[in-house]
């Protein structure tokens, strides 16, 4: 009988050791937030436009974390998908094309001569890219603009035109070579390689 | 000193957990389907894996043995290996949240791998000291991770490689898991322990 006791007692002892270093540890290790969003957040574009069907690119970041697919971002393309999968440890997967296709970069342009002053296209601007008052012109800081397309549909006299952004000495970048892989090198026609 | 390096021979070589004493196929089976996670789980599992078998030797020497209540080994090592693992994932949460993502629902799994239990109580049953229950356990998780990162490996080659229909997914992992065992057969009389 006395073994019993005292091996619940020694049981005992041994789990509240143990209850108390872990429950310290929850104090001392305690995380604030989910760090992973964060980084999932960084690597979107950050367009606020809607297209993975979430409100925008941090709760879609939450979703990724929660387990949704990472190939719902339009905007970010090919590589966001990359570096996502890189993060977070699993294959690259192509863009879900339910979601819309990768374009190239835009941004709006407001026909200034024919805005009316309506304030429907600041309204629906996620990133607050469009400057103006009601019954005066607006236009579009460029700057800010993400290219998101969500100006077209409220404007009442579709005076938004969606253009290509232009190179500038500030954004221009060599071109990557593409064939650098002798296999991938279309087969010349002419013999020109001499003695390969 | 040779001792030392006999069990460490012993444990990662000739007994592998895996290959040999067939413990902890789960995590060998189930996370080796990728070398990154591959890697994570075994650099995890050797860590929980040598402060489980300190920790547990420590209890049965110092708690458990003085009192005479051998029999509550069993027991008293799960709680040790729960306590470690959680206490290890909460460590790992704040430290390496990207490892802590990586390992998934693998990290707590750990406390269910039986080559963490087997390691403790085979410590015991082959009475070895202090150093050399650390060295027991370390070398079977090193055992595991060479064992885990090998077969991830294999199974990255297999993934993309023409493999009959019938074969295909976990079929051919199980057949090339039991060759990997056979090969590991050809150790045995390397070291007599």
Known sequence: MQTLYLAITILALLALVFGAILGYAAIRFKVDGDPIVNQIDNLLPQTQCGQCGHPGCKPYAQAIADGEAINRCPPGGETTIKALADLLGVDAIPLDAEHGTEAIRTIAYIREDECIGCTKCIQACPVDAILGAAKQMHTVITAECTGCDLCLEPCPVDCIDMLPVEVTPVSWHWQQPTNLIATSQAPRSHGASGNE | ?193
């Open chain 2, 1 to 193: 000193m040779v001792d030392y390096l006999l069990i460490l021979v012993s444990t990662v070589l000739v007994n592998n957990f895996v290959l040999v004493q067939f413990l902890g196929l789960c995590p060998f089976m189930g996370v080796s389907s990728r070398l990154e996670t591959a890697m994570g789980m075994s650099l995890a599992t050797t860590f929980v894996l040598t402060l489980a078998s300190l920790c547990s030797y420590l209890t049965y020497t110092y708690l458990l043995e003085p009192f005479g209540l051998e029999f509550l080994q069993t027991i008293s090592f799960i709680l040790v290996i729960a306590f470690v693992v959680q206490f290890t994932e909460m460590v790992v949460h704040k430290t390496s949240p990207l490892l802590h993502k990586v390992l998934g629902i693998f990290l707590p799994l750990i406390t269910t791998n039986c080559a963490v239990l087997g390691v403790a109580l085979l410590n015991i049953k082959k009475a070895n000291g202090f150093i050399e229950s650390i060295l027991y356990g370390f070398g079977a998780a090193v055992g595991f991770s060479l064992v885990l990162v090998l077969f991830a490996a294999m199974r990255e080659r297999i993934a993309v490689a023409d493999v009959p229909a019938p074969f295909k997914g976990a079929a051919i992992a199980m057949i090339s898991a039991g060759i990997m065992s056979l090969a590991f057969m050809g150790f045995t009389g390397l070291v007599a322990i």
